[in-house]
C-alpha cells in the first residue's frame, strides 16, 4: 500500500537530521521496537527513561511513512465523542478514556518542554460544531455530558457564534482547554535524539520479515539473514502492524489534505482553534507555527491491499477532484480571508477502530509483543498512550487501563 502521496510540509520545511546504519550483525537487546514514526519515537523515549536496553529498527528512515502526512492535531476527542463512547462501553469507561487523552495532550506539553525542539508545539481551543439544524439536541447531549465531567467546555448556538466565526453553524461544543498542535516530523526527531542520549541504537533500512515468539523471548530475523534476540518486542509500525492481527481491528481510508502559503490575518477564525463538523467524514481544520492552514477530510474507504485507492498517487483524477473541493470549501469557511494560496497537497492512510479507541498490549497470539497500535485521528496522543502503558507493562506493572484498549474488547 502507499501509505503517503504528494507534496508533505513536515519533511519539505525540515530536512533529515540525522541518518542511522542498516543493521548488519546479529545483536542482542532487552526491548526492540519495530517502527519509526512518532509512535515508536514516544515508546522509545519511555522506554530509555528507565534505562532499558531498547533497540529500534525500521525498514525506512525515521519519520518517513505515515508520520509525515500526520496533521498532528492533538485533542482530548477521540473519533466517537463521549455521549456515543459512553453507550459503547459505558460511562465510566468513556469518560476515562477522554481523561486519559487530556492528560496525554498536557504530558505532550511537558515532554516538548525538556527537549532541545519546541516541536511548534502550541495549545489550543478546539471547536466541535453542526451545521445540521436537527443534530442540535445530540450536540446539546455531548455537551452536556462533557460538562458534567469537569471539561472546559462552552455551547455555542448559531447566535452566540455569529461574532467567532465568519462560516454559519447550528451548535458548537467549544472546548477550552485539552487541545494542542504539534510538528511531528519535529517531534519525532527531537524524541529519537533524546532516547539516542539516553542509549537507544537505531537501525534505518532494516525490515523485519521473520518472528518466532519464544517463551522466554522473540527471535527475529531479515532479509539479509541477520538476527536480533530480544526479550520483548513492541510492535509500532502503524498499519503495517495490523498483518500480524488475525481479527479485523481496523478500517483504512485515505484522507485528503491542503496546505496554504502563510496567511497574514485570520479573519474569521476566533483564536485560529482547532475546528472539525460532525459529518461522516468529517472536515477538520487547523494552523501552522509559521501561519499556514491545514484542512483536512474528504476520506475514501480504501479496500483491499492492491486496490486504487490503496496505492492512490497524487497525480490521479480522484486526488485533484478531491483538493479541488477541499480548495472550495477552505473558501466558503473564511471569504474574508483574500490571500489563501495552496502550498503542499497531499493524501495518507489514516486507520479507525470501531470504538475510535487504540489498540495497546498484549495479544495472546504472539507471547512477549506488546502491540502499540495508535489507530484514530488522536494518532500521536495515543502514541503517549502507548509509550506510557507498555513502558509500565514492560516493568511488571500491569495498568487496569489496558482493559480500555486491549484486542478482543
Same mark, same amino acid.
Given at each position: 500500500?502507499?501509505?503517503?502521496?504528494?507534496?508533505?510540509?513536515?519533511?519539505?520545511?525540515?530536512?533529515?537530521?540525522?541518518?542511522?546504519?542498516?543493521?548488519?550483525?546479529?545483536?542482542?537487546?532487552?526491548?526492540?521496537?519495530?517502527?519509526?514514526?512518532?509512535?515508536?519515537?514516544?515508546?522509545?523515549?519511555?522506554?530509555?527513561?528507565?534505562?532499558?536496553?531498547?533497540?529500534?529498527?525500521?525498514?525506512?528512515?525515521?519519520?518517513?511513512?505515515?508520520?509525515?502526512?500526520?496533521?498532528?492535531?492533538?485533542?482530548?476527542?477521540?473519533?466517537?465523542?463521549?455521549?456515543?463512547?459512553?453507550?459503547?462501553?459505558?460511562?465510566?469507561?468513556?469518560?476515562?478514556?477522554?481523561?486519559?487523552?487530556?492528560?496525554?495532550?498536557?504530558?505532550?506539553?511537558?515532554?516538548?518542554?525538556?527537549?532541545?525542539?519546541?516541536?511548534?508545539?502550541?495549545?489550543?481551543?478546539?471547536?466541535?460544531?453542526?451545521?445540521?439544524?436537527?443534530?442540535?439536541?445530540? !450536540?446539546?447531549?455531548?455537551? /452536556?455530558? =462533557?460538562?458534567?465531567? #469537569?471539561?472546559?467546555? @462552552?455551547?455555542?448556538? +448559531?447566535? %452566540?457564534? $455569529?461574532?467567532?466565526?465568519?462560516?454559519?453553524?447550528?451548535?458548537?461544543?467549544?472546548?477550552?482547554?485539552?487541545?494542542?498542535?504539534?510538528?511531528?516530523?519535529?517531534?519525532?526527531?527531537?524524541?529519537?535524539?533524546?532516547?539516542?542520549?539516553?542509549?537507544?541504537?537505531?537501525?534505518?533500512?532494516?525490515?523485519?520479515?521473520?518472528?518466532?515468539?519464544?517463551?522466554?523471548?522473540?527471535?527475529?530475523?531479515?532479509?539479509?539473514?541477520?538476527?536480533?534476540?530480544?526479550?520483548?518486542?513492541?510492535?509500532?509500525?502503524?498499519?503495517?502492524?495490523?498483518?500480524?492481527?488475525?481479527?479485523?481491528?481496523?478500517?483504512?481510508?485515505?484522507?485528503?489534505?491542503?496546505?496554504?502559503?502563510?496567511?497574514?490575518?485570520?479573519?474569521?477564525?476566533?483564536?485560529?482553534?482547532?475546528?472539525?463538523?460532525?459529518?461522516?467524514?468529517?472536515?477538520? !481544520?487547523?494552523?501552522?507555527? /509559521?501561519? =499556514?492552514?491545514?484542512? #483536512?477530510?474528504?476520506? @475514501?474507504?480504501?479496500? +483491499?491491499? %492492491?486496490? $486504487?485507492?490503496?496505492?492512490?498517487?497524487?497525480?490521479?483524477?480522484?486526488?485533484?477532484?478531491?483538493?479541488?473541493?477541499?480548495?472550495?470549501?477552505?473558501?466558503?469557511?473564511?471569504?474574508?480571508?483574500?490571500?489563501?494560496?495552496?502550498?503542499?497537497?497531499?493524501?495518507?492512510?489514516?486507520?479507525?477502530?470501531?470504538?475510535?479507541?487504540?489498540?495497546?498490549?498484549?495479544?495472546?497470539?504472539?507471547?512477549?509483543?506488546?502491540?502499540?497500535?495508535?489507530?484514530?485521528?488522536n494518532g500521536i496522543v495515543n502514541g503517549i498512550l502507548c509509550g506510557q502503558l507498555i513502558k509500565d507493562l514492560y516493568l511488571n506493572n500491569k495498568r487496569p487501563e489496558l482493559d480500555l484498549f486491549k484486542f478482543g474488547r
Amino acid at each position: 500500500m502507499k501509505l503517503v502521496a504528494g507534496d508533505m510540509i513536515w519533511t519539505n520545511l525540515t530536512k533529515v537530521p540525522n541518518k542511522y546504519p542498516y543493521l548488519s550483525e546479529n545483536i542482542e537487546c532487552d526491548a526492540l521496537i519495530i517502527g519509526g514514526g512518532v509512535t515508536a519515537a514516544i515508546i522509545a523515549y519511555y522506554l530509555t527513561k528507565e534505562g532499558i536496553n531498547t533497540v529500534l529498527v525500521d525498514k525506512n528512515i525515521i519519520g518517513y511513512g505515515s508520520t509525515r502526512a500526520s496533521t498532528a492535531i492533538l485533542q482530548y476527542e477521540v473519533d466517537t465523542d463521549l455521549w456515543g463512547l459512553s453507550h459503547m462501553i459505558g460511562e465510566k469507561q468513556a469518560v476515562e478514556c477522554f481523561k486519559l487523552s487530556e492528560k496525554a495532550v498536557f504530558d505532550i506539553r511537558d515532554i516538548v518542554s525538556t527537549l532541545e525542539d519546541n516541536c511548534d508545539f502550541q495549545l489550543k481551543e478546539c471547536l466541535y460544531y453542526t451545521s445540521n439544524a436537527s443534530h442540535i439536541a445530540p !450536540l446539546k447531549q455531548e455537551f /452536556d455530558i =462533557r460538562k458534567k465531567y #469537569g471539561f472546559d467546555v @462552552e455551547f455555542l448556538d +448559531k447566535n %452566540s457564534a $455569529k461574532d467567532m466565526f465568519s462560516f454559519s453553524l447550528e451548535a458548537g461544543v467549544y472546548s477550552k482547554s485539552g487541545g494542542a498542535l504539534i510538528n511531528p516530523y519535529k517531534f519525532t526527531n527531537a524524541l529519537i535524539k533524546e532516547a539516542v542520549k539516553n542509549g537507544l541504537t537505531i537501525y534505518e533500512n532494516t525490515e523485519i520479515n521473520k518472528i518466532n515468539c519464544q517463551d522466554d523471548h522473540v527471535l527475529l530475523g531479515t532479509p539479509n539473514d541477520f538476527s536480533i534476540r530480544a526479550k520483548k518486542v513492541i510492535m509500532a509500525a502503524g498499519y503495517e502492524s495490523k498483518k500480524y492481527i488475525k481479527e479485523d481491528v481496523v478500517s483504512l481510508t485515505r484522507t485528503f489534505n491542503l496546505v496554504t502559503k502563510p496567511i497574514k490575518e485570520f479573519h474569521g477564525w476566533h483564536n485560529t482553534c482547532i475546528f472539525r463538523d460532525d459529518n461522516d467524514p468529517y472536515i477538520y !481544520l487547523r494552523t501552522t507555527a /509559521d501561519n =499556514r492552514i491545514i484542512i #483536512g477530510g474528504e476520506d @475514501e474507504k480504501v479496500g +483491499k491491499e %492492491s486496490s $486504487k485507492m490503496s496505492n492512490l498517487t497524487n497525480e490521479d483524477t480522484v486526488s485533484i477532484k478531491k483538493y479541488d473541493i477541499l480548495l472550495e470549501k477552505l473558501k466558503a469557511f473564511f471569504p474574508d480571508i483574500k490571500d489563501i494560496e495552496v502550498e503542499y497537497k497531499f493524501s495518507g492512510l489514516f486507520g479507525v477502530t470501531k470504538d475510535g479507541l487504540p489498540y495497546i498490549g498484549e495479544y495472546p497470539q504472539m507471547p512477549n509483543t506488546y502491540f502499540a497500535l495508535a489507530y484514530g485521528s488522536n494518532g500521536i496522543v495515543n502514541g503517549i498512550l502507548c509509550g506510557q502503558l507498555i513502558k509500565d507493562l514492560y516493568l511488571n506493572n500491569k495498568r487496569p487501563e489496558l482493559d480500555l484498549f486491549k484486542f478482543g474488547r
